[in-house]
């Protein structure tokens, strides 16, 4: 605390991101990327971008990356929103269509930049209890509300809410935006983009940090009406002009016309994820039914965080709330046979 800073900023209580060790040797099931690197053709493309022309702005609107996804859902160009890592996406979705005098509903067990960014922004929020199984329950979000937001699939448990669930929840709040965040679709889901025409309240955002693998490339986007893209436009223009540099607009774009390596890669995470589950189970732990690249679990005789502790003694790094509802779960993602293997091996005592 200084006296220079905003008095704001003294109260703010910003987001805590998982570790990212300097050791190369560790195994890395913390952060939910993907083990398999991005698409051959999205380096190539960046690669031959990286050239002189690096001396001038990029696009500020993206269009290459804008058409691709576009092309890709079967959606218009002015339906598309881009931003540097979903997060800042989400960012400007709070401050731009968020901040109403109803509180904004999203579940207790969340992405934890939720709360942060209604901090940022000022916003007040409800956080809605998943049920016993810690699912989210449509019902319970029909109540008068300034917006609702929540991750399909579910973060950080994994559980999918089927897409008639979905509507139901938009079909509740025709007044709301309601923003589906589906960081992590593409391992099991289907995607609302298909509803974007017909609900013209629904925003979804999707990363290419998880099955695209370009975490390090920081793109994420939305996909709603045209006037809801309006808004974020109108904020991203007074904040940031050039959030996608040169090499992440290109990248991006061959990312999504990579449908081959995007599908097979998919596919490895998917496959192991039930190889995981299965070996985890036979260990005695719970596995939460996972959608996602990453599994939630808890062990009826382990403390989470001495398990925690254990692994990481051993190499492997895993993610642990302390929340106290999720506090006896880890969080793992998945990663390659190997890397998957060596976790096992680390959970051998049990
Ligand atoms: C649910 C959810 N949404 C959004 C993000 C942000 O992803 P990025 O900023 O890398 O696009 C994450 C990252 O882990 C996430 O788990």
Redesign the pocket.
């Known amino acids: 605390m200084s006296k220079f800073w905003s008095p704001f900023v003294k109260d703010l209580v910003p987001y805590v ?2 570790e990212q060790p300097k050791l190369t040797k560790l195994v890395k099931l913390n ?2 990327e993907n083990p398999y690197g991005p698409s051959p053709k999205a380096l190539a493309a960046m690669q031959t971008e990286l050239n002189d022309n690096l001396r001038l702005y990029p696009d500020p609107n993206g269009d290459v990356l804008k058409q691709a996804v576009a092309r890709y859902y079967g959606v218009q160009g002015n339906q598309v929103f881009l ?8 960012a400007h979705i709070f401050h731009g269509l968020l901040q109403h005098d109803q509180p904004l509903l999203f579940p207790d067990i ?2 934890s ?1 939720y709360p942060v960014y209604c901090g940022l922004y000022g916003i007040k929020f409800d956080a809605v209890p998943l049920d016993e199984q810690f699912q989210i329950n449509p019902a319970d979000y029909a109540k008068p509300n300034g917006g609702i937001i929540f ?1 399909n699939p ?3 448990t994994g559980c999918l809410l089927a897409l008639e669930a979905v509507e139901q929840i938009l079909k509740a709040s025709p007044d709301s935006v309601v923003v589906v ?1 589906e ?2 679709i593409d391992f099991g889901g289907e995607t609302a983009i298909t509803l974007v025409d017909r609900y013209p309240n629904l925003l979804v ?6 099955s695209r693998s370009l ?1 390090g490339l ?3 986007l939305a996909v709603g009406h045209p006037d809801l893209i309006e808004a974020l436009e109108r904020i991203k223009n007074s904040f940031n002009s050039y959030p996608l540099d040169r090499l992440a607009i290109v990248g991006a774009a061959a990312a999504f016309d990579d449908r081959e390596y995007f599908d097979k890669t998919c596919q490895l995470v998917i496959d192991s994820r039930e190889n995981v589950i299965g070996q985890l189970q036979a260990k005695g732990f719970e596995v939460l039914p996972s959608a996602a690249n990453f599994i939630f679990a808890r062990h009826p005789k382990h403390d989470a965080a001495g398990l925690a502790a254990k692994l990481r003694e051993q190499g492997v790094i895993v993610r642990h709330f302390k929340q106290e509802r999720i506090a006896q779960f880890l969080r793992i993602s998945i990663g390659t046979p190997e890397q998957n293997q060596a976790l096992i091996d680390g959970l051998s005592d049990l």
């Open positions: 991101p998982g952060t939910n931003g540097n890592g979903s997060d800042e996406v989400l969340s992405y930049f991750p579910n973060a950080p965040d960081a992590y955002t999707q990363t290419l940090s998880k975490a920081r793109v994420g």
